[in-house]
């Protein structure tokens, strides 16, 4: 990151956020724990605001991995397997304790779970996480990612709640702590539920340095595929948030060619949406930096 924040100043480039995606965290879930190799990170935040950028940080608030401290401290806090009648309460499975929680996918070999955003308890852990990332830590651009599993379909706190009104009850609660002067862009997240509620929205899979995986599906990573979701879901744009199409990719080391490159470098100046970048500035080359 640092590396990156020099590379910057001696471009002289007008960038306006620095931010910091996955891996900073021991687990998914464990937002506030620190992975080896990362240092306070408050003192990250600063270093990105001395540097004259606005501090970003990724965050996956609705996941939880099974090898989380979180899911460990807390079962009775997640989105489970449908129960059978006569049960002793939501997430129960005969009254043993919490029911079995819905399979949310799986991340680097671990099983993923989605939380129960109707669970008071719940709401309230997302309230102190952000207004450490916000407040304590001084991350002012927040990067919500995998928003989806707040909605998975399953037994909730709340019984009477829809998974949409489950879904908004957790943004809501995330973007209160956050406060007004805190931008907040929403991926993986089910679009209509959440309009009125972010700056920013991924309209689309993510990019990947190359441009298709023949036999995957169109929500595979790759240029081809966020071209068609940015082109698409373009009438969004500035109506229901800024449009996110995700990373340009503008080194020369990926398998990506110099048409497909530029292209998408077109496409996303076209459309006005967010403009990020996520390469190594070491990696690219001046016609990657023409891109820019």
Known sequence: MRENLAELREWEIPVDVVQIDDGYMEAFGDWRSIADGFEDMSAVADDIATAGYRPGLWLAPFYVESGADLYADHPEWFVTEPT????????????????TPVDGGFRAGSALYGLDTTHPAVLEWLRETVSTVVDEWGFTYLK???LFAAALPGERYDPEATRIEAYRRGVEAIAEAAGDDTFLLGCGAPMAPSVGLFDAMRVGPDTDPTWETPGESGSQPGLKNAVRNTLTRNVFHRR????????????????????EREAFAALVAATGGVNV??????????????LL
């Open 84 to 99: 059978d009648a006569g049960d002793d309460g939501p997430g129960t499975a005969d009254g043993d304790g919490p029911g």
């Open 277 to 290: 970048f996520s390469d190594r500035l070491a990696e690219i080359g001046p016609a990657g930096r023409r």
């Open 240 to 259: 229901w948030w800024l449009n996110d199409p995700d990373c340009q990719l503008v080194r020369d080391t990926s398998d990506l060619t110099a048409a």
């Open 144 to 146: 919500l990612d995998f």
